[in-house]
């Protein structure tokens, strides 16, 4: 049940209008018209039965399952879990540790979702709570986890349940048990993150709480912040994003086709029409799909950026006459071939590029001035007048020369160079950045996560 004061009237209008305005912050598209869908919703189920009020409001602001996470934990700051009587107050003794970690693991055996509620209300307020006085500064999910230890109660709970017995293999029956256990470990750790995050927004507001503290959909993480989990989880996004960047380009070269308008034949045509140019005449445009090359920084944090671009232009290869792929440390080589391959195995993308081409020289850190110049030397016959070069990367030298003089060759003989950058402007030139003087001589672009990165491209690649 949701907490009572604030749900009818005024309060119903505020909690609502504070979520949508929390999800529209990381980057979900609501509309005036489903905030009064959800606000009619509300009226329907009332606010006895939290997880209705949840369904509702999620079938009626929600675009796509993958928004579903995000959405649920913002829900659980503007709607929080009405808490019955009392949480335990622990003062952390080893006494109070041990009684609780045998409560968990009684709850865990039983899957009692309400038991689990109260457990990790009392664990946060027990172990969470950090600041000069008791209770004054703030909570935190971490603390409360590395005391608690949940993911250490595996084997008692396993043996409080005992091995199911019956027909098949018992090998596969344990497993299916271990798994069901560590399901319910996770979804445990998760109610302890819920109630520290409860709790903060209390002493905080839920609005600045929901900004900061709840991580945003995987296209709207920094690339040089993701986590393996989450670069896992943004490359299947990948052959969305590209179904809906090619349906974007085939538009757009669909209106390129028509040409500009042909002022002269316009005005001779009019003369039949009064002189009211009714009908105008276009420039037809011989359709000609552009070329494309990437060249790609592929060591370090950087990496995790160039193979998801990578990866994407793989998919949108139907939209170009010829594309080139090019990775680099300090030596540059050719990958075209392998993210071809790349579709059947995406994770392991990064590794194949390292272990098959040729891209270090006497050290292993990047060094975009030795990079270029090989670059303009040995494939300067990729780039012509029809070629669109994508240069990804941060910049940053490791103190090298940066060679304008070779980004200067490219940008001579190529249609258009845009660099995308994925550090934030704020950094460029700081400490070992050459951003402001490639910047003088193409086009530098801060691009920081996937959402960003199709928008540019769908933006940039030309037609």
Known sequence: MIPEPEAPGAGAVARLTGLVGALRDHGFGIGTGETVDAGRALEAVGFTDRERVREALAATLLHGEGQRPVFDRVFDLYFPLGH????EE??????????????????????DDAALDR???????????????????GWSSYQTLSRLRPETLLARVRERLGTVSGAGDPEFTDRLLDDEIRRRIEAFRERVRTEARRRVAERQGRDPVARRAVAGTADTVDFLLAGRAQLDELRR???????????????????????EIDLRRTLRRSLSTGGVPVRPVYRRRTPRRPELVLLCDVSGSVAGFAQFTMLLVQALHDQFSRVRVFAFVNRVDEVTALIARGPADPAGLGERILAEAEL??????????????????????VVGPRTVVFVLGDARTNGSDPNLAALKRIAERARRVHWLNPEQPSLWGTGDSAAPAYADLVEMRPCRNARQLGALIGRLLPV
Not at 90 to 111: I, S, V
Not at 243 to 257: M, N, S
Not at 360 to 381: I, K, M, P, V
């Open 84 to 87: 019955t009587g009392a949480a």
């Open 90 to 111: 622990y003062d952390g003794t080893p006494a109070g540790l041990a009684a609780l970690r045998e409560r968990l693991t009684d709850a865990l055996g039983a899957g």
């Open 119 to 137: 457990l990790a209300a009392e664990a946060v307020s027990g172990f969470g709570g950090y600041g000069s006085t008791p209770g004054s500064d």
């Open 237 to 259: 996004t990948v052959r969305p994003l590209a179904r809906k960047l090619a349906t974007r380009l085939a538009a757009r070269r669909r209106r390129a086709a028509r040409g």
């Open 360 to 381: 270090t020289g006497w050290h292993g850190q990047s060094d975009y001035g030795t990079a270029l110049g090989e670059f303009a030397e040995r494939y300067a016959d």
